[in-house]
């Protein structure tokens, strides 16, 4: 089932001459997790201020749910959840006052919201916390804290302006996980980021942007494709034989290129079984062979590196 | 483009947290500490001298709060309060809303379903219950220390006066603390914020009282005849009134002399003001004046202040929605 709860038409903003983003397109659908991506100052917390209705556009539509953000702000507040880049909180309250204030501020009766920050909290694993004061917190216990505002909120959009940044190897995984079990629940997440590697694991299709505007989306293998174009990647180590004439010699094979102790070739198609085939056939010992997913990370420096001149 | 939903949602959350807030924190010890200081020290001084004098008074309450002993550099009761009461608003509302974008909280309160109509609101509404506490508490220990010590009950009139005095004194919080919220809409930095304010508050509250009469001096047509005799002339007299109530203090205390201080020429004798000698057009000499006709005095000053609230309020709230919210 496709249901589109965020739709973006010819979205612009402008700060005096500098255009900030330059007409944008993007649908979000529910229950997927979409990840908007490119360096700093390229538009996309400003793209996400737009959606909310905390800036105003100057041009386009935006459609949260149905509602105009600006046109109806309440609306859309009460069914998104926010989680600003380096969040803040009270720091002389404790996680459950906190908490409790937006939630109250949502307008939701004071025992629903009690109740629903146990749970939220619980799910967020910060429970033997709860009543410290938020000033004790870690950076990471923050953005968990944010996340768990976002569940108890009940949102049916979570909109996450870099959520990882700033945070540990082990953080940024417990994060990932939890906005994972977000999707889980349906909710649908548009995150925003310049960790690449990180991202390219939990989202469903990107969004590229540079100066404002979108290079390129759809799915991280389309992208791929695209720009690195190569449609199937492999890693091959093997001896015993002429490994790269041997590879050379499979139909469909583009490009075999040395990588470190094995090789790196890319193919116009799934052309794994014939490569194990040829090894094997030409007497030689097949160590590994697997498949490479395109990284982000490599379309995006090779992206940036192709629109040197435009950016 | 009109907006959906009522402005006012949230206001009453805004204000209850924001109040607890302010209860809950070290400035309100301060409050708490200047009030006991302030009530104590100005009432026993008053009691001390009121007491030496046989003189019979009718409104010997009042006279706590107008008190000051002659040829000595300490201030009145009132005149302490209007300086004191703005430093305590300015405490109060030079970081109310730049510290939410300092804390980062600004962007993800704005995120619920609130205006930020309500947000500001919240805020003063919760700064002046604050205000008011103190000040309220000030007036009780004053009037239950010269319950005290002087064993007589205050009469109803003067209760009356009492209390419309109190108000009086909140309006003039609210001023401040409108002026304040202001600047910390204006300035990113607290400190900025603070020091600015700080600055209109010397400049208003010090500095001017001191050059009005120069100013008055120097403006006004000179009258030959008045000069000989040592009198102001009528239109230095007029300039003197209009500068003096430039300054929101000039206000507060001409409404407050007014209201405090029925016996026209009394007051005239012991401290001539500029709310002394409107008062005493078409009065007769040595009556006193009844409780409506001094608020009907003190009325103008009164909405004054208000007018001065909601304008400086609607400053700061229309430079509020224009802010970019990203830090």
Same mark, same amino acid.
């Given at each position: ?182 999707? +889980? @629940? =349906? #909710?649908? /997440? ?8 990180? *991202? $390219? ?36 180590? +093997? @001896? =015993? #034989?002429? /490994? ?8 469909? *094979? $583009? ?36 498949? +490479? ?19 | ?327």
């Amino acid at each position: 089932m496709t249901d589109t709860v965020i739709e973006i038409r010819g979205l612009r903003k402008d700060y005096g001459r500098a255009v900030a983003v330059a007409g944008i397109d993007l649908d979000i659908q529910r229950g997927e997790i979409f990840g908007l991506l490119g360096p700093n100052g390229a538009g996309k917390t400003t793209t996400i201020l737009m959606v909310l209705g905390l800036t105003e556009s100057n041009g386009g539509t935006v459609r949260v749910l149905g509602e105009d953000p600006v046109r109806n702000p309440l609306a859309v507040k009460r069914r998104v959840g926010y989680l600003p880049d380096a969040v803040g909180f009270y720091d002389n309250l404790s996680a459950r006052e906190n908490l409790l204030y937006t939630l109250r501020l949502a307008g939701m009766p004071r025992a629903e919201a009690i109740a629903r920050i146990e749970k939220a909290i619980a799910r967020v694993r910060l429970s033997d916390v709860l009543d410290k004061r938020v000033g004790t917190y870690s950076r990471g216990m923050r953005q968990r804290l944010g996340i768990a505002e976002i569940i108890a909120k009940g949102a049916e959009i979570a909109i996450l302006d870099e959520p990882t940044s700033g945070l540990d190897p082990h953080a940024t995984l417990e994060l990932l996980d939890m906005i994972r079990d977000l999707k +889980a @629940d =349906g #909710v649908a /997440v548009l995150l925003s980021s310049h960790l690449l590697d990180r *991202v $390219q694991s939990i989202c469903d299709r990107v969004a590229l942007f540079n100066r404002g505007a979108i290079a390129m989306q759809g799915t991280v293998k389309a992208l791929g494709q695209q720009v690195l174009g190569a449609g199937h990647a492999a890693h091959v180590e +093997a @001896d =015993g #034989v002429d /490994v790269e004439a041997r590879l050379r010699g499979v139909a469909g *094979v $583009q490009k075999v290129e040395r990588d470190g102790r094995g090789w790196k070739l890319t193919a116009d198609r799934d052309v794994m079984a014939e490569v194990a085939q040829a090894i094997v056939q030409g007497g030689g010992r097949l160590q590994r062979l697997a498949t +490479a997913e395109p990284s982000l990370e490599a379309i995006y420096t090779r992206y940036f590196e192709e629109h040197k001149d435009a950016a | 483009m009109r907006r959906e939903g009522s402005p006012f949602t949230g206001v009453g959350v805004v204000f209850l947290k924001e109040y607890a807030d302010h209860l809950g924190s070290v400035r309100m010890r301060v409050l708490e500490i200047l009030v006991v200081l302030i009530g104590v020290g100005f009432t026993a001084l008053a009691i001390y001298n009121v007491r030496k004098t046989i003189q019979r008074d009718d409104f010997l309450f009042l006279n706590l709060f107008l008190y000051q002993q002659e040829d000595s550099a300490v201030p009145s009761l009132l005149g302490a309060l209007a300086i004191v009461i703005p430093l305590l608003a300015i405490g109060l509302g030079f970081d109310a809303v730049n510290s939410e974008f300092n804390r980062r909280t600004m962007s993800r309160i704005l995120a619920q379903p609130i205006y930020r109509d309500a947000l500001l609101l919240g805020k003063f509404l919760a700064g002046l219950c604050t205000l008011a506490t103190g000040l309220t508490a000030l007036w009780l220990l004053i009037i239950g220390i010269g319950l005290l010590t002087m064993g007589v009950p205050p009469s109803s009139e003067e209760v009356t006066r009492g209390i419309a005095f109190l108000i009086i004194a909140i309006t003039l919080a609210g001023v401040w603390l409108a002026i304040a919220m202001l600047f910390s809409v204006i300035f990113r930095s607290t400190a900025t914020s603070a020091l600015c304010a700080l600055g209109l508050w010397l400049f208003l509250v010090i500095v001017w009282p001191m050059l009005v009469p120069s100013i008055a001096a120097l403006v006004a047509t000179p009258d030959p005849l008045a000069n000989r005799v040592g009198l102001l002339s009528d239109s230095q007299i007029d300039w003197f009134f209009g500068l003096s109530r430039i300054s929101p203090s000039g206000l507060f205390s001409d409404a407050a002399m007014v209201v405090l201080q029925p016996q026209t020429d009394a007051a005239i004798l012991r401290t001539p003001t500029v709310g002394m000698l409107s008062q005493l057009q078409g009065m007769v000499r040595g009556a006193t004046l009844p409780l409506n006709e001094s608020l009907l005095l003190a009325w103008p000053q009164i909405t004054t202040l208000i007018a001065i609230v909601i304008s400086v309020f609607a400053v700061a709230y229309i430079a509020f929605q224009r802010q970019e919210v990203r830090a």
